[in-house]
């Protein structure tokens, strides 16, 4: 689809022949210096990875999912228990990743030794 821009005479934007003044842009550098930080929110799962490592302090004082999502409901944060509950899953996780890992590199000398035979060669 083709769009067709009308520019005025000489082809130029008129936006950009227009000239800002002295006063303007004091003005505009004052509003530019004084802006606050901006404060953005994070997302439910933002939340719950920044709060990730207090998720499982309180699995260790033996809090449910359920129950840390109801007491930050009560202070006005919505994190739903599901979200807890993924952080609950990785830790008790990593325990077991950690074993197989180690159980896998006791097996490994075993793939490089030969095969032994379950029948003799007499039966074969």
Same mark, same amino acid.
């Given at each position: 689809?083709?769009?067709?821009?009308?520019?005025?005479?000489?082809?130029?934007?008129?936006?950009?022949?227009?000239? !800002?003044?002295p006063?303007?842009?004091?003005?505009?550098?004052?509003?530019?210096?004084?802006?606050?930080?901006?404060?953005?929110?994070?997302?439910?799962?933002?939340?719950?990875?920044?709060?990730?490592?207090?998720?499982?302090?309180?699995?260790?004082k033996?809090?449910?999912?359920?129950?840390?999502?109801?007491?930050?409901?009560?202070?006005? !944060? !919505? !994190?739903?228990?599901y979200l807890?509950?993924?952080?609950?899953?990785?830790?008790?996780?990593?325990p077991?990743?950690?074993?197989?890992?180690?159980?896998?590199?006791?097996?490994?000398?075993a793939?490089?030794?030969?095969?032994?035979?379950?029948?003799?060669?007499?039966?074969?």
């Amino acid at each position: 689809m083709y769009v067709a821009y009308n520019f005025p005479q000489g082809g130029r934007n008129m936006v950009s022949s227009k000239k !800002i003044r002295p006063e303007q842009l004091t003005r505009a550098r004052k509003l530019l210096h004084d802006l606050p930080e901006k404060e953005d929110g994070k997302t439910r799962p933002e939340a719950a990875e920044f709060l990730e490592s207090d998720f499982r302090k309180a699995l260790d004082k033996g809090y449910s999912p359920k129950e840390l999502s109801q007491l930050l409901k009560n202070e006005g !944060i !919505i !994190i739903p228990a599901y979200l807890i509950k993924r952080y609950f899953r990785e830790t008790a996780d990593a325990p077991r990743q950690k074993k197989s890992q180690a159980s896998a590199q006791k097996t490994a000398p075993a793939k490089q030794s030969f095969v032994v035979p379950d029948l003799p060669d007499e039966e074969l």
